[in-house]
Each structure stands twice: as C-alpha cells, then as structure tokens.
C-alpha cells in the first residue's frame, strides 16, 4: 500500500515537471537558484526540487500608455505631455535579470528623456514639432533598454496641454488668424470681381466701336458703289449718243426740253441761255411747218 502511495507522489511530481509553452512565450528557468535556460514554444520538462521557472515573458508588441508628466520648455512654460511606449521583448534573460521591475524604468526613462528633449523647445516648436520629439525619443529609448533585452519599437506623444491662460491666448491667435485670412479672401475676391467687370467693360466698348467702324465702312462702301454706278450710267448714255451720232442741234433740243419739263413746274421765271434762242426759234418754226401740214 505504501509503494503505491509513493509510486502515486513519484508519478504526480513527474508529471508536474512536464511544461508545454504556447506561442509568443518563454520561460525563464533557474537550477539551484541561478539562471540555467530559456524555454521557447513547445514541450520541455523542469525537474522538481532542483529547477524553477522564475519568469514568464511574453515576446508579443506590448503598448504602454504612461501617465502625463510635467515639462518645462525652453521658453518657461509649463505643460502636460503624456506618451505611449510600443516595445517588445527580445531577450527574456536580460529583461528578467537586466533589470528591477523593467515596466517602472521604462516609464522613468521615458519621462526623464522627455523632460530633456522639451526643454530644448519653445512651446510653438514643441506643438508643431510631434515627429521630431517622438523620433528621438524612440532611438534614446531603443539605445538605453537594449541593456534590458527591451526592443523600442515605437514612440508617440499622445497629448500635449498647455496652462489654460496659454489656451486662450492661442484660441485668441488662431480666431484673428482666421479673420485675417477671411479679410484677404474677401479682399481678392472683390479685387477679381472689380477686374472682370472692368475688362467687360473694355470688351464691350471696343466691340462697340468696331460695330460702329464696321457700319460706317459698310455706308461708305455702299455710297462709292452709288456713285460709280451713276457715273458708269452717265458714262453709257453719252456713249450711246455718240454711236446715234447725234448732231449739236440734237443736244441743243435736248436742253430745250429740259427747260421745257423745268417751265411746267411751279418756277415762274426762266432764263434761258443766248445760244439756245435760236434753238426756240428753229422750234417755233418747225412747230409752225407741222402743224400747216396737218391742217
């Protein structure tokens, strides 16, 4: 009865030494108190009594949002600047024995590499400057916990607060601001708007004027073709007297009838001209001779 019982412990405290460790995990284990192995993913056994696993790590990315912490800037101003810290653990046995509680002097580090990196800001530098302030932290940070088995992988400054009268005076800055850029925009717009008018102005008066140019060359054009068309109608009818070789007797009774269609008009007196009397005459005579014959 008794070897079973002992058979029994022999087997629980066997089986007790078995370990099976999961993905993303390792132990840290020590043989009569000093540091023996690491133990990585899988199956391992630790003997009871003589080994002890002393630390459990996790070799996941772990995020570690910091409390704000005080800082002064270059310019005497003092702010809330808070951080999160992205790292990983790459060496369980430097981390499990590099140093005392690793969490609380990566937040120190932190704080105190912060405070340094401020302090040569002025407060508009330190709220525009984000991704310089987190650059360097994250490579002062990967270089001083490498001692640490502690990979810095990422650093970001989460939240920066100003003292409240600062606040407001940067509320008071940023509202002018934005009333003086609205004024200038105004301003543009109306100096824009002014200048479209004016060259529609411009454009319209210099079309005016060619419409104008264009119509009086048009009447000008058009009275050049009267005239030459009348002097070509003169021109044809004295030809055509020519070639009916009309004697100046002709052209004299021409004229005569010319005065004739003038007298029977509303003039009351008429002057005819000396070389036409002899024409009336030549006129009365024929007039004469005609009608006797007629008779």
């Given at each position: 009865?008794?070897?079973?019982?002992?058979?029994?412990?022999?087997?629980?405290?066997?089986?007790?030494?078995?370990?099976?460790?999961?993905?993303?995990?390792?132990?840290?284990?020590?043989?009569?108190?000093?540091?023996h192995r690491t133990m990585q993913t899988g199956l391992h056994?630790?003997?009871?009594?003589?080994?002890?696993?002393?630390n459990k790590v996790s070799l996941k990315e772990i995020v570690?949002?910091?409390?704000?912490?005080?800082?002064?800037?270059?310019?005497?101003?003092?702010?809330?600047?808070?951080?999160?810290?992205?790292?990983?653990?790459?060496?369980?046995?430097?981390?499990?024995?590099?140093?005392?509680?690793?969490?609380?002097?990566?937040?120190?580090?932190?704080?105190?590499?912060?405070?340094?990196?401020?302090?040569?800001?002025?407060?508009?530098?330190?709220?525009?400057?984000?991704?310089?302030?987190?650059?360097?932290?994250?490579?002062?940070?990967?270089?001083?916990?490498?001692?640490?088995?502690?990979?810095?992988?990422?650093?970001?400054?989460?939240?920066?607060?100003?003292?409240?009268?600062?606040?407001?005076?940067?509320?008071?800055?940023?509202?002018?601001?934005?009333?003086?850029?609205?004024?200038?925009?105004?301003?543009?717009?109306?100096?824009?708007?002014?200048?479209?008018?004016?060259?529609?102005?411009?454009?319209?008066?210099?079309?005016?004027?060619?419409?104008?140019?264009?119509?009086?060359?048009?009447?000008?054009?058009?009275?050049?073709?009267?005239?030459?068309?009348?002097?070509?109608?003169?021109?044809?009818?004295?030809?055509?007297?020519?070639?009916?070789?009309?004697?100046?007797?002709?052209?004299?009774?021409?004229?005569?009838?010319?005065?004739?269609?003038?007298?029977?008009?509303?003039?009351?007196?008429?002057?005819?001209?000396?070389?036409?009397?002899?024409?009336?005459?030549?006129?009365?005579?024929l007039k004469e001779t005609l009608t006797k014959e007629e008779?």
């Amino acid at each position: 009865m008794i070897g079973i019982v002992i058979l029994i412990i022999l087997v629980v405290i066997f089986v007790s030494g078995i370990k099976i460790i999961p993905q993303s995990k390792a132990y840290v284990v020590e043989r009569l108190g000093a540091y023996h192995r690491t133990m990585q993913t899988g199956l391992h056994y630790v003997f009871p009594f003589i080994e002890r696993i002393s630390n459990k790590v996790s070799l996941k990315e772990i995020v570690k949002d910091f409390a704000p912490q005080p800082v002064i800037t270059k310019d005497n101003v003092t702010m809330q600047i808070d951080t999160v810290v992205y790292y990983q653990i790459t060496d369980p046995k430097l981390y499990s024995y590099g140093v005392e509680n690793p969490i609380n002097a990566i937040e120190n580090l932190t704080a105190t590499t912060l405070r340094n990196i401020i302090g040569e800001l002025e407060l508009d530098e330190t709220l525009t400057s984000r991704d310089v302030i987190n650059t360097k932290m994250r490579s002062i940070l990967d270089e001083a916990t490498d001692p640490w088995g502690v990979k810095v992988n990422r650093v970001e400054v989460k939240n920066i607060l100003p003292p409240r009268d600062i606040q407001e005076s940067m509320e008071k800055q940023m509202r002018a601001e934005r009333e003086r850029r609205e004024a200038i925009l105004k301003a543009e717009g109306e100096k824009k708007a002014a200048i479209l008018i004016a060259e529609g102005e411009k454009e319209s008066t210099i079309l005016r004027a060619d419409a104008q140019k264009e119509a009086k060359i048009k009447q000008a054009e058009a009275e050049a073709e009267a005239i030459v068309k009348i002097q070509e109608a003169t021109a044809q009818g004295l030809k055509l007297l020519k070639d009916a070789k009309m004697d100046e007797s002709v052209l004299k009774l021409k004229s005569y009838e010319a005065m004739v269609n003038v007298a029977n008009g509303n003039a009351t007196k008429i002057i005819v001209p000396s070389d036409l009397q002899g024409l009336v005459t030549a006129g009365t005579v024929l007039k004469e001779t005609l009608t006797k014959e007629e008779k």
